[in-house]
């Protein structure tokens, strides 16, 4: 089953590399949609595929590159776009 999730990142996730560490897993497993930062110093991921996948980057999301630490991710269900291809970094 498909599944789509708007996710907001909070913690140290800006200037740490976290955006490309995103984009190569999101890519890595295959999924569509794309990573920015936001001026509020979180990183905002929309991401879209199979549901175990998306789970998958939902649990790398948590844990980030070295330099960052995550301390909470909002998540939220969306309707699946089936016009999306790719995954890229927003800036």
Do not use: C
Request: charged fraction near 25%; aromatic fraction near 6%.
């Amino acid at each position: 089953m498909e599944k789509r999730v708007l996710v907001t990142v909070y913690g140290l996730v800006q200037g740490v590399g976290f955006r490309m560490f995103v984009e190569r897993s999101a890519s890595r497993l295959g999924l569509s949609g794309w990573v920015r930062n936001m001026p509020d110093g979180t990183v905002q991921i929309d991401a879209q595929g199979p549901d175990r996948l998306v789970d998958e980057l939902l649990n790398d999301t948590k844990i980030g590159p070295p330099a960052s630490k995550v301390s909470s991710l909002d998540v939220i269900e969306k309707q699946p776009d089936h016009t999306r291809t790719g995954f890229n970094v927003l800036i």
